[in-house]
């Protein structure tokens, strides 16, 4: 069963899919973005995975940087997917179940990304204004713990998302991995309609407080108290901290704020007015630029550090002198088996001269 949507709705769902069927160059130019999007961000967040994991001495900074960057791999990894449903126009050809894993796991990094960043922006405010505190109980066990925490309710925040994710068949042959509210229905008799109105204004305004204001509203009056308390201690605040705290705020903002918007529209304006058509066709584009965030986390958290800079390029080099050494070996081996075989034919050819 499906929500009843009407004529112009269908319109809209249908002009949603039919985005990439007439190759554009601005799809052509989302689709693009999208492919590199997921190739840079899945080398990063590899790579600081690794240098992270294994060179770095374990501190509750790595602890936030490796879960961090485990969200943000999960999401780029999964772009290449949403790459090829917008190359088919639009087209879900993967089946049901990997529609909501892969949807799923879009709205996991959403909801552990902010809750990650605001519990690095309230940390850094207790070292800052509760240095007593932090001495003695913030600890790499205390940091795991929040981590877990976190995981935990992104997934169970997840879950509705998953349970409302669904392939939806349109009459032109398109099949979309969209929203079906017309799942888990009640046994008390119901207004289909309303009740579909209804949850999906629920998922909307959940992502919008969870995701992205409340953890927004964390950073901005974390890093708020950081400078107050930096300042009437007489201390100066150093222009990397502070470099850093507006690249991080607005970096999610810009990332975040036009997926949010586009979504309160496409949700709260009438069926089939020209705004939810608008929105509509910008959710792709505010979705990849929501991917983004993904690709800049580790530059704004992670090659900050010039310490870990410094770890991740000897990391690279110490791989570039293997393979190299690797390689010159192999030439060596091959050089001597080379030289190995011209005389054995020299010797075999001998005796008949």
């Keep these: 069963?499906?929500?009843?949507?009407?004529?112009?709705?269908?319109?809209?769902?249908?002009?949603?899919?039919?985005?990439?069927?007439?190759?554009?160059?601005?799809?052509?130019?989302?689709?693009?973005?999208?492919?590199m999007f997921s190739s840079i961000g899945i080398i990063e967040n590899i790579l600081i995975l690794g240098v992270v994991g294994f060179h770095v001495r374990r501190s509750v900074i790595s602890i936030w940087i490796l879960n961090l960057a485990a969200s943000d791999l999960l999401a780029t990894a999964c772009l290449p997917f949403f790459t090829l449903y917008m190359a088919r126009g639009n087209t879900w050809t993967?089946?049901?179940?990997?529609?909501?894993?892969?949807?799923?796991?879009?709205?996991l990094n959403m909801f552990v990304s902010g809750f990650l960043l605001a519990a690095i922006s309230m940390d850094r405010c207790l070292v800052v204004l509760r240095p007593v505190w932090a001495q003695n109980y913030r600890n790499v066990q205390l940091a795991w713990k929040v981590c877990g925490v976190i995981w935990t309710l992104a997934g169970l925040f997840t879950v509705p998302f998953y349970i409302f994710r669904d392939t939806v068949n349109l009459h032109n042959g398109k099949i979309l991995?969209?929203?079906?509210?017309?799942?888990?229905?009640?046994a008390e008799p119901f207004d289909l309609g309303r009740l579909c109105n209804q949850r999906k204004e629920a998922l909307a305004f959940m992502k919008l407080f969870l995701s992205f204001l409340i953890p927004l509203l964390i950073i901005?009056?974390?890093?708020?108290?950081?400078?107050?308390?930096?300042?009437?201690?007489?201390?100066r605040r150093p222009f990397r901290f502070v470099r850093l705290v507006i690249a991080v705020v607005v970096s999610f903002v810009l990332c975040w704020a036009p997926y949010h918007i586009f979504i309160i529209v496409e949700v709260m304006a009438p069926v089939g007015h020209s705004a939810?058509?608008?929105?509509?066709?910008?959710?792709?584009?505010?979705?990849?630029?929501g991917f983004l965030n993904s690709v800049l986390n580790p530059i704004l958290y992670v090659f900050s550090c010039p310490d870990l800079c410094r770890k991740i390029?000897?990391?690279?080099?110490?791989?570039?002198?293997?393979?190299?050494a690797e390689d010159l070996a192999e030439q060596a081996r091959r050089r001597s088996t080379a030289r190995s075989s011209i005389s054995t034919t020299e010797i075999v050819l001998k005796p008949c001269v």
Excluded: D, W
Aim: aromatic content about 10%.
């Design 1 to 35: 069963m499906h929500c009843p949507y009407n004529q112009k709705a269908n319109l809209s769902l249908i002009t949603l899919s039919n985005q990439t069927a007439k190759m554009t160059s601005l799809n052509m130019f989302t689709i693009s973005l999208h492919g």
């Design 94 to 107: 993967l089946g049901t179940t990997f529609c909501r894993i892969h949807s799923s796991i879009f709205f």
């Design 177 to 186: 991995c969209y929203y079906n509210y017309a799942r888990l229905l009640p």
């Design 220 to 235: 901005i009056l974390s890093y708020a108290a950081v400078n107050i308390g930096l300042a009437r201690r007489g201390c």
């Design 276 to 289: 939810q058509e608008f929105a509509s066709r910008a959710l792709p584009i505010s979705a990849t630029i």
């Design 313 to 324: 390029r000897h990391s690279l080099s110490a791989v570039m002198e293997a393979v190299l």
